[in-house]
């Protein structure tokens, strides 16, 4: 008994190790917004890490405007809050074990949201620079305003000469901050990559709306080949280069290569998976950036509930991505896959679960009723939404391939006026869809239960109303939709 008595404080002692061992990668993000009133601000967290998808948590404020959340990360990324009625972007950088504070006032216009944002706690005097970049970068209009919607109209060598002057003053202002303040090399290294945040988001743009491009006009993104870890501090920015460099300059290369067996592919003879990972391995000299050109290429499968070729290639990727977050983030997304393709009823379940008693319940529970043993395409997307709206001329061809089939097309708009929302559907002439509006509180539960970060969104439910695929890869205007669609009847 003294024996046992003795080995309790080290029994106690390891088991708040264990648990300070198990929260170590936490990260405490809250604030409060000064003057709530229940009704002038709306809050997100947006956040992505290497390995995950992208996350749009929605943050609940209590009435005296105050908000908390917790996240995890073994590494120091950064995020942002939004907040949806002023459109403003509150940027930061977390490392593991932080607690970040900020307090702000909502405003009309991001501009003026952003003069009154104060961080304190972890990371303060970091996050209040950042914050001061970005409100000159506003100030100057280098962000997303710099050109008008009519610098896409221009030839290309016209559209990168005003691009390029575009860089030459972000360029200036990055030089001119950093003359003013004094910065460590960490916040330096996120300055650098958000200043030319819009540089790449124009040159994508252009480029993804236009045919007959010069060969070398992506070679742009060349230069993420070369990345470190420090880098990744900017992750937000970094992982919309690796996708650009992945389906701009990586994609195509594959394509040409692999085209003379383009039939084995095509009849499963070949395993598509198999030539991009030794691709990756052969090809890629930089370690972390072929780990993370790897892990972005499988997060895209997993939102489009394909998981084969990642069981398939385990030991080659296991190979390849060794970095703990990315291994961990990468088994996590694919378990939550596998679950959700196995056990759709259990998914579906807990969506219902979670809408009971909310606003969402009602609506729901009408789509699932009225279209019962019918297979459900499901369409979530808001007057606001470009993407949304370009995929609409699909969405009717689509109605109009299955109008002799068992299948419903309900459309389910959000966040959006009713005046535009009737505008809209008219226009668009979906005479075969079942069409409703959620106003902003229903839009608010919907997002959250149907685990909605961005739209257009879509989901296909089978005739036992189970949700059974999900993502923006099942868009209208993929063959693969109708593939999904036709398997279900």
Request: hydrophobic share 35%; proline share 3%; aromatic share 12%.
């Amino acid at each position: 008994m003294k024996k046992l008595r003795s080995l309790f404080p080290l029994f106690l002692l390891l088991l708040i190790s264990c648990n300070e061992q198990k929260n170590k990668d936490e990260i405490t993000i809250s604030g409060k917004v000064n003057d709530f009133n229940g009704k002038n601000a709306e809050l997100y967290l947006v956040y992505s890490q290497p390995g995950s998808k992208n996350f749009n948590k929605p943050l609940d404020i209590d009435s005296a405007g105050n908000f908390k959340i917790k996240v995890r990360s073994s590494l120091a990324l950064d995020a942002f809050i939004l907040d949806k009625k002023s459109f403003a972007n509150i940027n930061f950088i977390y490392h593991p074990e932080d607690s970040i504070y900020v307090e702000f006032n909502s405003g009309k216009k991001p501009l003026d949201l952003l003069k009154t944002v104060s961080f304190k706690g972890d990371r303060h005097q970091t996050n209040n620079i950042l914050v001061a970049f970005q409100i000159l970068r506003e100030k100057n209009n280098l962000g997303y305003g710099a050109i008008s919607p009519i610098s896409y109209k221009k030839d290309v060598s016209s559209f990168i000469a005003e691009i390029d002057s575009v860089k030459l003053k972000q360029q200036e202002l990055v030089n001119q901050f950093k003359r003013n303040n004094r910065l460590d090399a960490e916040t330096e290294e996120w300055i650098n990559l958000f200043a030319y945040e819009t540089y790449y988001y124009f040159l994508d743009n252009y480029g993804n709306s236009k045919k007959n491009l010069p060969s070398n006009y992506y070679n742009y993104n060349n230069d993420i080949s070369t990345m470190t870890t420090s880098s990744m501090i900017s992750w937000r920015n970094l992982s919309k280069r690796i996708n650009s460099y992945s389906s701009n300059i990586m994609n195509p290369y594959l394509r040409k290569r692999f085209n003379n067996i383009k039939e084995d592919i095509i009849d499963g003879k070949v395993n598509v998976d198999s030539l991009v990972v030794e691709h990756i391995k052969e090809n890629t000299t930089n370690s972390l950036f072929a780990q993370l050109l790897l892990s972005q290429y499988y997060t895209a499968q997993f939102e489009g509930n394909i998981v084969e070729g990642f069981e398939k290639n385990n030991d080659l990727i296991a190979e390849i991505i060794r970095l703990p977050i990315i291994k961990e983030n990468l088994n996590n997304y694919y378990m939550e896959t596998v679950a959700f393709i196995n056990k759709p009823d259990i998914y579906t379940n807990e969506v219902l679960l979670k809408m009971k008693d909310t606003p969402v319940e009602e609506t729901f529970s009408k789509i699932l009723s009225k279209n019962k043993g019918k297979v459900i395409y499901v369409n979530v997307w808001a007057t606001w939404c470009a993407p949304c709206i370009k995929a609409m001329p699909d969405s009717k061809k689509l109605i109009e391939k299955f109008k002799d089939k068992n299948v419903s097309f309900v459309y389910i708009c959000i966040e959006s006026k009713e005046d535009l929302w009737k505008r809209f559907v008219s226009d668009f002439n979906l005479g075969g869809g079942q069409h409703y509006l959620m106003d902003k509180n229903q839009s608010t539960f919907f997002r959250k239960t149907m685990e909605i970060q961005g739209i257009p969104q879509y989901f296909i439910i089978d005739k036992n109303g189970n949700i059974v695929e999900r993502g923006n890869d099942i868009h209208p205007g993929n063959k693969i939709t109708e593939e999904k669609i036709l398997s279900r009847l």
